[in-house]
């Protein structure tokens, strides 16, 4: 496993660390649950060097990004950012992406498998624009300032206001003579904001934020918030297998855009009531070890499967996510896992647009 910039750091705050995507990230430092409850009273600093990002330079990044992905991107004033999904030719997930815009540049944010695979796609697009990318994440630090009181120590920390920012809008300050970008975010469902810099920087960036009251916090807390707040990751939710519609980002999809590549697909899908399945939340009725990708069966028929567990007790109903099929999506479904004598698993939250009658 790769250290990221913040890896002494973090087990100097007795850090354990597990392996996503080849680097060594803090699954916890002794207490999840404490860890999740920092996040949703006080502030908590996690570190998500572990994230790809590419620089992308050039007057034509935005209208380039336009056409690849289902979000509308172009305009993207200096100052704001957007989450989109990159699609394929046949409306399938390469990867969901953060797009950061500061200066005369972009910053991209995508997983942490999926660097590669995002730089490689907009390459392969790329011909006549004026459009040039930058791998930053070796020579980057992340990290992240999540939870009610994050606006404050993140002001103190830069002493500069960051209320003027709103969801994904983004700028750029100067810290021990090191310049930050700043981004207003929720990654997992908690309002907060990222901070990225030099890597040589990162350490004196978690220290200061110690100091000011913050909490670290690892992956397993992150997660559990992640699932409470429906998001879809990478390589659970998120494949090369799903569309976006399938994975729960219909909001991350422009209807009224120009051309993007995909596109005929996921409006096909959408407006003649085509999606095959999608994303659910369960209240598992059992404390007993739940394996992703478990079959949910409904009337002995499978049903879906799991696609995110929590390894921490839910709130608001909410221990699990599932890839269920189109005509077994109902609240309050029950289903069982594994096999007809398994546990219960209750539908507790369905995709919104579902309600509004778009599909069945």
Known sequence: MDPTPLYEAQKRSGAIFSDIAGWAVASSFGDPMGERNVVQEAVGIAD????????????????????????????????????TVITTGKGRILDWIT?????DDVLLITSPERREAVSEWIEMYTFDENTT??????????????GPS????VETLLGTSVKQLSRLGCMVADWSCHQLIIARTNPS??????????????????EAALGLGASPVGQEALDALRIEAKLPKWGNELTEEHNPLEAGLEGEVSWTKGCYTGQEVVARLYNY????????????????????????????????????????????????LASIRTAYVELDRVLTIGNANGANARVTWVPEFLNEGATS
Request: charged share 20%; aromatic share 2%; net charge negative.
């Open 150 to 153: 994050a606006e404050g120590v």
């Open 133 to 146: 990318l930058e791998e930053v994440t070796q020579s980057t630090a992340m990290l992240s300032l999540l």
């Open 273 to 320: 009531q085509r999606i095959q399945r999608h994303l659910v939340a369960l209240e598992l009725s059992e404390d007993e070890p739940i394996e992703l990708n478990m079959p949910l069966l409904a009337d002995g028929e499978t049903a879906g499967y799991i696609t995110s567990v929590s390894t921490l007790p839910g709130d608001n109903g909410v221990s699990a």
């Open 189 to 206: 469902g908690q309002r907060g904001f990222d901070i990225i810099g030099p890597a040589d920087v990162g350490e004196a960036l978690w």
């Open 48 to 83: 998500r060097s572990h994230l790809g990002r590419i620089l992308a330079h050039g007057s034509d990044t935005l209208d380039l990004l336009n056409r690849l992905t289902t979000n509308l991107v172009d305009p993207l004033p200096v100052g704001k950012g957007e989450s």
């Open 99 to 103: 797009m950061l815009h500061h200066n």
